[in-house]
Each structure stands twice: as structure tokens, then as C-alpha cells.
């Protein structure tokens, strides 16, 4: 009598390879999107902390399998719901003064445009080597001030000025490159707008967010944005963020301020790690390594 494969006790009869099947979305399966959408919303909680998220998920994209173009955009995609996200959970609490802000985040997100437009004009090694010690020297700046607090103090110059000069100037960076973008906006709004440190970290989200949107409309008008990939790290993003936000209200300087130095200094590191950086080999080659 013949056996029924129906009937099978051992599923592995009927299917030898007892590995779980997923379904691919956007060119990644389901299991890894999952495992991205949780590394989005711990990047999500950092970043509305003290930025650096991008640490987490862009090398997590190009290591499930996204070219580098697509990665650094749908990494725009999820950052820009991660920043949105902290902002208005930020603002929900009166911690962003929006006839300051506005102009800023403005200026930001056209500039972050104009310097995505850019990114091919520019040269990528000078940024390579004035980045890591920019970083270097913000970690030590928020290490070592004294009087680095949640209290506003005396701003240096106008909001105006900020918005037409220094806002601009990290949003075009923002576009061409990058990584620290969040820890300038910081360093800008605690020493020359005087903010204390968590409405500095609350207007740093929103100009972000601006600077985000703003290349991702780009991206997205060349049409490299993995779509189904970024909007699931997207809602990641947004409930790190909210926790984020949460985390950085009720304790503010405490955790600001050393995850600050903690997250410069990775991200200085980082950089400093690609062996074709002209920084990592001045260094080596005056050491004779």
C-alpha cells in the first residue's frame, strides 16, 4: 500500500528544505526588512538624541543589498521620518521657537538641494579630511564646557544671521555629504544662538528634517529611492524618535551632552576607518606605516 504524502508525520518529506520562505519587497525579503525596520527604530531613538543614526542604517542598507546611490536615498527616506517625527514630538512640548526656527529649516532644506545638485562638483577628498577633525573638535568642545546646560544663555548673533549664514552652510554640506550634520546644527545653536541644550537639540531635529526632505525630494525625482525598503524603516524611525524625544526631554543635559561626544567621535572614527581616506593615510605615511 502506497504511503500518502498527505499524510506525512515529518514536514520534511514534503519539503526538504525546511528553511523558512520569505517574500521579497523591494528587492529584500521580508525577514531582512524586518530586521532593518528594527534597526531603524534604534536609530531613530539615537538620532532624535543626539543624531548619528545614519551610523546604523546605511551601512545596514548596503549590506542587504542596495547599490550605494539607492542606499544614501532611501537612508534620506527614513532619516527624513525620523526628524519629522522628533520634531514634532519636540514641538509638542514648546521646545521650538518657530519665528527662530523656521527661517533656519528653510534655508537648510533649499541649500541641502543645491548642494545634492553639487555633490559631483565638489571635492570629496577635502571633506574626507576636514570632517573627521570637525567632529573631533565638537566632541571636545561638549566635553569640556563648563557651562553646557538645559538653560538658554546670551546668543552671539541674530537669528537672521544664523538663518542666511551658518544654516545654509550645514544644509549645503547636508546635501553634498553628511555625516556630523546634526552635531553642527547643535555646536551652531548652543554657541551662537545660546540655546541650552535641549531646545538646541529640538530646532538641530528640525533643521534635519528640512535638509532631509529636501534631497530626498531630489532623490526621489531621480528616481532611486527604494520605496517599500524606506517607508518601513520610515515608521521605525518614527517610534525611535518619539522614545528619543522622550529620553532627551526628561533628561537633557545628562544624556545630550555625553552622547554628543560619544556619537562625534564614532562617526569621526568612521570615516577615519576607509582605508582611502587622505586623513588615515597622512597620518600612516608620516608615521612610516
Not at 556630523?180 to 529640538?202: C, H, P, Q
Amino acid at each position: 500500500m502506497r504511503a500518502d504524502p498527505a499524510r506525512s508525520l515529518d514536514p520534511r518529506e514534503r519539503n526538504p528544505d525546511s528553511r523558512p520562505v520569505f517574500h521579497m519587497i523591494g528587492g529584500v525579503d521580508t525577514g531582512t526588512l524586518a530586521g532593518l525596520f528594527g534597526i531603524a527604530v534604534v536609530a531613530g531613538c539615537f538620532d532624535a538624541i543626539a543624531g548619528g543614526g545614519g551610523l546604523l542604517t546605511l551601512p545596514a542598507l548596503l549590506l542587504a543589498g542596495l547599490d550605494p546611490v539607492s542606499a544614501i536615498a532611501t537612508n534620506k527616506l527614513q532619516g527624513s521620518g525620523g526628524s519629522v517625527s522628533a520634531s514634532i514630538a519636540f514641538a509638542r512640548r514648546g521646545l521650538i521657537r518657530w519665528p527662530e526656527a523656521i527661517p533656519a529649516a528653510l534655508a537648510a532644506g533649499a541649500a541641502s538641494v543645491a548642494g545634492a545638485l553639487c555633490v559631483s562638483l565638489l571635492p570629496k577628498s577635502a571633506l574626507d579630511t576636514m570632517v573627521p577633525l570637525l567632529l573631533v573638535g565638537i566632541a571636545l568642545y561638549f566635553a569640556t564646557a563648563r557651562r553646557l546646560g538645559n538653560a538658554d544663555a546670551t546668543a552671539r548673533i541674530t537669528p537672521r544671521l544664523f538663518a542666511l549664514t551658518l544654516a545654509p552652510a550645514i544644509g549645503f554640506y547636508d546635501g553634498v555629504f553628511g555625516p556630523g550634520a546634526g552635531s553642527f546644527y547643535m555646536i551652531g545653536f548652543v554657541t551662537l544662538l545660546g540655546l541650552g541644550v535641549v531646545r538646541a537639540t529640538a530646532h538641530t531635529k528640525l533643521a534635519n528634517a528640512a535638509s532631509n526632505l529636501g534631497s530626498l525630494a531630489l532623490f526621489a525625482a531621480q528616481g532611486v529611492v527604494v520605496w517599500p525598503v524606506g517607508l518601513a524603516m520610515a515608521l521605525g524611525a518614527v517610534i525611535g524618535a518619539q522614545a528619543g524625544s522622550a529620553l532627551a526631554v526628561k533628561l537633557g543635559a545628562r544624556l545630550i551632552r555625553p552622547l554628543l561626544v560619544v556619537i562625534a567621535c564614532t562617526m569621526a572614527l568612521r570615516l577615519l576607518s576607509d582605508p582611502a581616506n587622505p586623513l588615515r593615510r597622512a597620518v600612516l605615511g608620516s608615521l612610516g606605516l
